[in-house]
């Protein structure tokens, strides 16, 4: 949740940037977040865990299975939403190590067509962003109810 509630805080002033800003600052995440992000599906695995440890039908076996589900579909929303759009931004750029294996993996198989219309920067932009803000909620989301989960 920590990294995508740091692009929601970023979002209002990155809002105000001009294309070559912009996608100047867009480079600062890589490889950074990249390893951060590992923490992500670790943490949805172990969710799962805890949700398998639980005993069934109980109160806190159903805000944990609220949490899986909301790990999972924030997840989702990443391959679905912002990956694409990361390899876009980055499809020109020289990246190494880790940060070069994980941005050279098209999650649908296929690449991009060199005669497809380019879409507008500030569409990949807006999608980049709010698909952050969605995916921080959802994390917030999947925090409240485990914490909850544990209260009990």
Not at 31 to 41: D, K, Q, Y
Not at 53 to 69: C, E, R, V, Y
């Amino acid at each position: 949740m920590a990294l995508a509630l740091a692009h929601v805080l970023e979002l209002p002033g990155k809002m105000r940037l001009s294309k070559e800003d912009y996608l100047t600052v867009q480079r600062i995440y890589y490889p950074g977040f990249t390893i951060g992000g590992v923490a992500e599906p670790i943490g949805t695995l172990l969710l799962l865990l805890l949700l398998f440890l639980t005993p069934a039908n109980t109160i806190a076996f159903w805000l944990f299975a609220a949490a899986f589900a909301a790990m999972v579909i924030m997840h989702a929303v990443f391959w679905l939403v912002t990956q694409p759009v990361n390899n876009f931004w980055l499809k020109d750029a020289e990246l190494k190590g880790l940060g070069e294996r994980f941005f050279s993996h098209d999650p649908f198989g296929g690449h991009r067509s060199e005669t497809a219309a380019k879409p507008d920067w500030t569409m990949l932009r807006d999608r980049w962003e709010w698909s952050h803000a969605a995916r921080a909620a959802l994390g917030l989301l999947a925090f409240i109810l485990l914490v909850t989960a544990v209260a009990l």
